[in-house]
């Protein structure tokens, strides 16, 4: 059940039958022995306590890094809770990403460009609080981890965008792919629709990052609230439309329609 405790990744008892939904799905065959650790772990990142014996701190710290510049929501952060895979090893855990097709707002229909270009980088849950979601509330709940958290975010901007690497990555890749996209037969918009859905990623991407490195430096505020009582220094983001990136049920249907007349 998307968005239950286990899913949610919280301790609630020792019994094996509370975490159904996680070892039900498990990838790998699991003993009860695993099951007895695994929930071991859940139990102390819940309470807080030896974090850095549960939790393998710099690669999920950088894996949310990631995760909320882009602004997935479906997933582990948004209301729904679910597309994300647990990875624990010794009973130290980690996360392991996956389903990001409807990053960069593509789950939030309806959500204008502006909230997700400036989407608060220390509240970055969509849908319930983020005392709910244990794996990535301890970030927050020390200066230390806080801290880094921020310091690995800039480690970000300094590479990917100050540099120019990220525009040049884009452009490069738009190249490769374009003749391409303009062959396919089956591709589920026009080569124009295309055009427009890399130039507008481009600069959402862009926005994105001249947003967060102000909520670095403190404007625009880097939580939810802080944003409720200060938009005056929010990035505008007016001029671009999250839908010309692509929507939630863009080619479904088209693209089963295909295989059924392929099949035929």
């Known amino acids: 059940m998307m968005g239950s405790d286990d899913v949610r990744l919280k301790y609630t008892d ?38 850095e014996d549960v939790v393998d701190v710099e690669a999920v710290i950088r894996y949310f890094v990631v995760h909320n510049f882009v602004c997935n929501f479906d997933s582990y952060t948004g209301a729904m809770v679910h597309n994300y895979y647990l990875y624990e090893e010794n009973g130290t855990l980690s996360m392991i990403p996956w389903d990001y097709n409807l990053a960069f707002g593509g789950f939030e229909a309806g959500t204008d460009a502006e909230s997700m270009v400036n989407f608060p ?42 540099s120019g690497y990220f525009e040049e990555l884009i452009t490069s890749v738009k190249e490769m792919i374009a003749p391409y996209v303009e062959k396919d037969p089956t591709k589920f918009c026009s080569y124009e629709e295309f055009e427009k859905g890399v130039d507008t990623l481009k600069k959402f991407c862009l926005l994105r990052a001249e947003s967060i490195s102000g909520q670095l430096d403190g404007s625009p505020p880097s939580t939810a609230q802080g ?19 692509g929507m939630m049920d863009k080619g479904g249907g088209d693209a089963g329609r295909r295989r059924e007349r392929k099949g035929k």
């Not at 939904?21 to 772990?41: V, Y």
């Not at 944003?227 to 439309?241: E, F, K, T």
């Open 14 to 51: 020792d019994e094996y039958d509370s975490y159904k939904n996680i070892f039900e799905n498990a990838k790998t065959d699991i003993s009860n022995a695993d099951k007895k650790r695994l929930i071991g772990s859940l139990k102390k990142l819940g309470q807080g306590e030896d974090i």
């Open 121 to 162: 980088i220390d509240s970055p849950v969509s849908g319930g609080d983020m005392e709910e979601r244990p794996m990535l509330s301890w970030i927050f709940e020390t200066e230390e981890y806080t801290e880094r958290y921020h310091r690995y975010f800039q480690e970000f901007m300094d590479s990917y965008f100050d």
């Open 227 to 245: 944003q409720q009582r200060d938009s005056s220094n929010l990035v505008d983001a007016s001029g671009i439309l999250l839908s010309d990136m």
